[in-house]
């Protein structure tokens, strides 16, 4: 039935006379008036309490609790008089204690007595004769207009929607959760930020960038007239709306979480007829051997007060955040195994199984049920999701986002996922994210995005949005000079650490004289305790320990007293945060935690860093202790001299490792920063051909997953990532390319990607131009520069003859060419398999 108006429906639930009909439209309208905890707690054991909810004090850092009596009827005064109805629940809900999820119990507050229908006017002075005078002012009572008044307020929409209430409470509670942004008021002091949308732009992912430039390789022009650039919609919105799994992966702090959120909230928004259930876990909170189809479930039971019907939803998302939290492997592949088990779980119980797909699904359990290993075991569960055994009539989406892609490379894991690395900011989006941050002065906003522009925005290291949003209220507070920005992310997050610690040393009354480096010292000794052990919180207790260690060892003022020092971590929340139920402190990011842990360190103590080199929970820590002295080079010689790769992992790590500590250390001699170039180089290209070796011997892998195109661009993509900075000189550049093109121990692909890099950098054809010229290159290099010219629009100033040969050559095997790109990469990137290997004349 549509009810048009809050009035209509409500009068129509009341004529039904089944109160608890109302039950889940409070439940959700309490939860949308940020009120916590709200259940549904009607039953043979209620004492008068049909729902509770909490409410809690920041200032007095306590809880008071609600309990609701709910009627569904008009209501007079005798329901409020001794022995009366309502008056026996509202006694018997003061009179009784609340008994929570952990057994405690609580004690109730106040009453709020809800009444669809009207209400006697007698009622208020009835209840002064028949209720204790301590209790009277905190009975509230809400006739039919203040609860259709509080309905259309809050939960309009919903309550007027065609979705069953529970569902619709399930999303509620779901975007509420994903919205809110833990204690950031605290650490970025003086924004007004009530949720995610108050700090979000649209990030942008190499997922909509990759296939439009795949497109334009593969079709030639009678095959499309023209490559026409479609609006760009939001990437959170794509992935959410597409079918794969997805693996998303980036430099800290460029937006992995806040993405993953906007992708459940978005899903959750989508006005289907069927709508979507998205669930969110972050990885480091989740146990070994956890049952997640439980913990699943129990979400969506916390929301609803109801089990979970999963035939009511067209689709099922499921968001992991941060894998590469977890710091010990194995640990790690037991909860990834979890993970994928999760999916395999719902598929068996809401899908059917492909033809001919049964016996192998069973052949691959009992293979499991063998093994004792996590990481066997993670690899069967990984073949039973590359199998693709289901039909998909029940759609269950994976997405898992981290850092990087290292464990899954190094175990061959996740090959089906679509793979999305996310973009540093570009000035368009740094724009709009400082609107957001100095929202009332439009001309400082300006300064600012201009200024990166000028300089820091080619440093990918700090094109993040934490990094920004950090530099911008320095800025906005006048703690940096636009002609002075930080100019590696050690500087950043030293003059950030600065203004927040001295904000934190006035709070507590303390002098000018007094300075904050003290603060700064015990922050990096707890850092590094947690660091050192691989854990992202600390229990209060063993804080309490620490700091008693450091007292004995160190005459910190602040540590005098211990407890009081405890307390101020508690009462100012920011870079270290507390939870209360868990009795933990953690820092506000992992990345603060990396950089503290930074500071614990010096040259007696640096060799720990260079011994955890291929470790990926040290990587973030080692480029901020290269940044703390950005022209000390004695630390990065060690770490570029003496660590060497053994595989195509390690081959792919020290790359991408040693170019960002070359980015920190910035002011190193340009002598040491090319014999480093060259190393960069030679372990590019170790990573390249050690990945197609270990694919041809393993008949699996990355190049039997992805296309010839695709994986030339994305293995571009990781070079200019890593190599595209100011920091490396171009005539550096320009040596380093003459010195490989015509080196025979040099792959066709590295020689490409420096000379693409030297191309894009200086907008000159020659260096794409001359790598044609490599003796034995196969034919697709020609489509493959001829686009890339196009694309850079170098085409134009390029003479006649020349062009005329690429295009010609290129058009001659256009079908051998689609052909190629759109194979295998495997089969067209060994020697021995190739045909039309060489090019008939050089140009």
């Known amino acids: 039935m549509n009810h048009f108006t809050v009035k209509d429906k409500l009068r129509t639930i009341k004529e039904s006379r089944k109160e608890t009909t109302l039950f889940p439209y409070l439940q959700q309208l309490f939860a949308k008036m940020d009120y916590q905890d709200v259940q549904i707690t009607h039953g043979i054991h209620e004492y008068g309490k049909d729902l509770v909810f909490r409410e809690h004090d920041s200032k007095k850092r306590i809880d008071r609790y609600t309990a609701v009596v709910v009627k569904n009827k008009d209501s007079g005064q005798t329901d409020f008089e001794d022995g009366g109805e309502v008056m026996r629940q509202i006694k018997l809900a003061f009179d009784h204690p609340f008994v929570?999820?952990?057994?405690?119990?609580?004690?109730?507050?106040?009453?709020?007595?809800?009444?669809?229908?009207?209400v006697s006017p007698q009622v208020k002075s009835i209840l002064k004769n028949t209720i204790l005078p301590k209790f009277l002012s905190n009975v509230e009572i809400w006739n039919y207009q203040r609860l259709t008044q509080e309905i259309e307020n809050y939960i309009k929409d919903d309550f007027l929607s065609n979705y069953e209430m529970a569902i619709n409470n399930f999303k509620n509670s779901q975007i509420h959760n994903l919205s809110k942004v833990e204690n950031t008021k605290e650490l970025f002091h003086g924004l007004s930020i009530k949720d995610i949308n108050d700090i979000y732009v649209s990030v942008k992912t190499s997922y909509q960038r990759f296939q439009e430039k795949k497109e334009t390789y593969i079709k030639y022009d009678e095959d499309v007239k023209a490559v026409k650039r479609t609006e760009e919609l939001d990437d959170s919105l794509i992935i959410g709306r597409d079918h794969k799994d997805f693996f998303v992966y980036g430099l800290p702090t460029s937006g992995k979480s806040l993405l993953l959120k906007r992708i459940g909230i978005n899903a959750l928004n989508e006005n289907y007829e069927k709508p979507v259930a998205v669930f969110y876990w972050e990885f480091a909170s989740i146990k070994e051997n956890v049952d997640l189809l439980s913990s699943l479930k129990s979400q969506y039971a916390a929301a609803t007060n109801e089990a979970i019907n999963f035939t009511k939803f067209s689709k099922l998302i499921l968001l992991f955040d941060g894998l590469d939290e977890i710091k010990d492997p194995k640990v790690k592949s037991l909860i990834l195994e979890n993970v994928l088990q999760l999916k395999i779980q719902l598929q068996v119980q809401e899908d059917s199984f492909k033809k001919d797909k049964k016996a192998k699904y069973d052949a691959f359990q009992i293979a499991k049920q063998l093994l004792s290993d996590p990481f066997s075991k993670l690899k069967v569960s990984n073949e039973i999701i590359d199998a693709d055994c289901f039909n998909k009539n029940f759609n269950v989406q994976l997405i898992i986002s981290s850092r990087d892609r290292n464990f899954i490379q190094e175990h061959e894991i996740l090959n089906s996922f679509e793979k999305v690395e996310l973009l540093p900011f570009d000035v368009g989006q740094a724009f709009k994210l400082v609107k957001k941050l100095i929202p009332n002065d439009v001309s400082k906003s300006n300064h600012f995005v201009n200024a990166l522009k000028d300089g820091l925005l080619t440093n990918k290291l700090v094109r993040t949005p934490l990094a920004l949003t950090l530099m911008a209220i320095l800025y906005r507070e006048d703690q940096i000079d636009l002609s002075e920005l930080p100019a590696n992310i050690t500087e950043l997050y030293n003059k950030f650490t600065d203004y927040y610690l001295e904000r934190w040393d006035s709070s507590k009354g303390l002098g000018s004289q007094y300075k904050y480096e003290e603060a700064r010292q015990i922050m990096a000794m707890i850092a590094s305790k947690m660091h050192c052990e691989g854990e992202k919180s600390i229990t209060e207790s063993n804080l309490s320990t620490l700091l008693e260690e450091i007292k004995g060892e160190y005459d910190f003022k602040d540590l005098k007293d211990i407890s009081g020092f405890i307390d101020s971590l508690k009462d100012r929340q920011g870079l270290i945060q507390y939870d209360e139920h868990l009795n933990e402190f953690y820092f506000y990011h992992l990345?603060?935690?990396?950089?503290?842990?930074?500071?614990?360190?010096?040259?007696?103590?640096?060799?720990?860093l260079n011994e955890n080199f291929f470790s990926d929970w040290w990587e973030n820590t080692m480029i901020f202790y290269c940044g703390k002295q950005p022209k000390r080079d004695k630390f990065i010689k060690e770490l570029y001299t003496k660590n060497v790769a053994s595989n195509f992992n390690q081959s792919y790590k020290y790359f991408s490792l040693i170019s960002r500590c070359l980015q920190a250390n910035h002011l190193i001699s340009r002598n040491l920063k090319y014999k480093i170039l060259l190393s960069l180089l030679h372990n590019f290209d170790l990573f390249y051909t050690q990945l197609l070796e270990n694919d041809s011997e393993q008949e699996s892998g990355i190049t039997?997953?992805?296309?010839?195109?695709?994986?030339?661009?994305?293995?571009?993509?990781?070079?200019?990532?890593?190599?595209?900075?100011?920091?490396?000189?171009?005539?550096?550049?320009?040596?380093?390319?003459?010195?490989?093109?015509?080196?025979?121990?040099?792959?066709?692909?590295?020689k490409y990607c420096l000379a693409y890099l030297l191309t894009t950098r200086l907008k000159d054809s020659m260096y794409l131009i001359d790598f044609l010229n490599?003796?034995?290159?196969?034919?697709?290099?020609?489509?493959?520069?001829?686009?890339?010219?196009?694309?850079?629009?170098?085409?134009?100033?390029?003479?006649?003859?020349?062009?005329?040969?690429?295009?010609?050559?290129?058009g001659k095997n256009k079908d051998y060419i689609k052909k190629q790109l759109k194979e295998r990469a495997i089969k067209h990137l060994k020697a021995s398999d190739s045909t039309l290997q060489s090019q008939e004349a050089d140009l």
């Open 100 to 118: 929570n999820d952990k057994g405690e119990n609580i004690t109730i507050s106040e009453v709020l007595v809800v009444i669809n229908g009207t």
């Open 591 to 608: 990345t603060f935690q990396e950089y503290f842990a930074s500071v614990a360190f010096d040259d007696s103590n640096e060799s720990v």
């Open 704 to 750: 039997y997953w992805l296309t010839t195109i695709d994986f030339t661009i994305q293995l571009r993509d990781i070079f200019l990532n890593h190599l595209s900075t100011k920091h490396l000189n171009i005539e550096d550049l320009n040596s380093a390319y003459s010195e490989i093109k015509g080196s025979e121990t040099y792959s066709d692909m590295t």
């Open 774 to 810: 490599v003796p034995g290159l196969n034919v697709r290099w020609s489509r493959i520069v001829y686009v890339d010219l196009r694309m850079q629009k170098l085409d134009k100033g390029l003479e006649d003859k020349i062009l005329s040969k690429i295009n010609k050559r290129q």
